[in-house]
């Protein structure tokens, strides 16, 4: 069972920054996409920052221009550099994976969640 490992929450102040890090626990695999989604109580979960395997990015508009996500391939671990954190940035960030691994049918994976505070 692949797991997502994700690390990097925390409290900030608004206009902090933070970095969240993702990796699948098994190195084996075939990533067709990966990102974050992130929920606040009573909305629904919402697409944050994702990438795709061909290196496509996209961004929710409330975010572009201060959120970057990127990918160290070396060590299989995608990052969310988040900049000029707003109160409204404050979240449960859940990282997101679209995974195949030999053996198993290509799936839906996600983190536990992290959560994001982002107040004075």
């Known amino acids: 069972q692949v797991q997502l490992v994700e690390s990097g929450g925390g409290l900030v102040q608004p206009g902090g920054s933070l970095r969240l890090s993702c990796a699948p626990s098994?190195?084996?695999?075939?990533?067709?996409?990966m990102g974050w989604y992130r929920q606040t109580p009573g909305k629904a979960r919402e697409l944050a920052a994702t990438?795709?395997?061909?290196?496509?990015?996209n961004y929710a508009d409330s975010v572009k221009g201060r959120f970057t996500i990127s990918r160290d391939s070396a060590k299989n671990t995608v990052y969310l550099q988040m900049s000029s954190l707003k109160p409204e940035d404050t979240a449960v960030y859940y990282c997101?994976?679209?995974?195949?691994?030999?053996?198993?049918?290509?799936?839906?994976?996600w983190g536990q969640g992290t959560q994001v505070t982002v107040s004075s």
């Open positions: 997101y994976a679209d995974l195949g691994r030999s053996g198993f049918a290509r799936r839906n994976y």
């Open positions: 098994v190195s084996a695999f075939t990533i067709y996409a």
């Open positions: 990438f795709t395997s061909g290196g496509t990015t």
